[in-house]
């Protein structure tokens, strides 16, 4: 069994560029969630997908965007980017339909992203 | 709105000592509670979740947490440390029913010396 995978694993960008993060959920996970953990925090929830249509949004502005494709796996769209974009990105998977019971998430690796 | 505190953002033990993490939360509604351990340069793992039933929950790695909800507490513990403990801890809550997302405190570093 597969497990979450991301790419790439680093990434260095300049200020006001764009950048496309790619997560493959775990082997038959239907739900993506990505988080943004700046250093020294922890995660903070950004958006998840389900079933390719998004289904909860945390507190980041609009630049922030996401696709989940019909094998399930997503990206993540980051537009004008900013300093404090710097960060890890992780992305996590889950089997089950969010509105159930708890699903447990399964994480990735994550990508380093580093604006300059 | 749910937050997670968590007390103390490094805690330094000696091998074999007692490992105890903090984790304080604050939620509308009852909650789901985890603990995830993330070592240098991955992603995070799950040690244990707290979801319904029996409050004290055993983990993986031979971690428990105690579901307190008079002192809405999620306490992490270990009874005996060892050197591959040392790792950032986070402890996250739950109570979106729509989307599983997880709320995480800022997380504590565990160092253990031999």
């Known amino acids: 069994e597969t497990g979450v995978t991301q790419s790439p694993t680093h990434l260095i960008k300049t200020r006001g560029q764009q950048v496309t993060l790619r997560c493959s959920s775990q082997s038959g996970h239907n739900t993506v969630s990505w988080y943004q953990q700046a250093l020294g925090q922890g995660p903070q929830f950004i958006f998840q997908?389900?079933?390719?249509?998004?289904?909860g949004r945390g507190n980041f502005p609009p630049r922030f965007s996401g696709l989940q494709f019909p094998n399930y796996s997503s990206e993540l769209n980051v537009n004008a980017l900013e300093l404090d974009d710097s960060a890890l990105y992780l992305c996590?998977?889950?089997?089950?339909?969010?509105?159930?019971?708890?699903?447990?998430?399964?994480f990735g690796p994550g990508t380093r992203l580093t604006v300059l | 709105a749910q937050s997670v505190t968590q007390l103390g953002s490094h805690v330094s033990v000696s091998e074999g000592a007692l490992v105890l993490l903090r984790c304080n939360y604050s939620s509308s509604v009852p909650p789901y509670l985890f603990w995830y351990v993330q070592y240098p340069n991955q992603g995070l793992q799950l040690l244990l979740k707290y979801t319904t039933g029996a409050t004290l929950v055993k983990g993986i790695n031979g971690f428990e947490a105690e579901f307190k909800k008079s002192e809405t507490s999620f306490h992490l513990t270990k009874p005996s440390a060892h050197m591959s403990d040392a790792a950032e801890y986070f402890c996250?809550?739950?109570?979106?029913?729509?989307?599983?997302?997880?709320?995480f405190g800022t997380g504590t570093r565990l160092q253990v010396f031999p």
């Open positions: 997908y389900y079933r390719e249509e998004e289904n």
């Open positions: 996590a998977s889950s089997l089950g339909q969010p509105t159930t019971t708890y699903n447990e998430q399964f």
């Open positions: 996250a809550v739950s109570d979106d029913q729509n989307t599983d997302k997880l709320i």
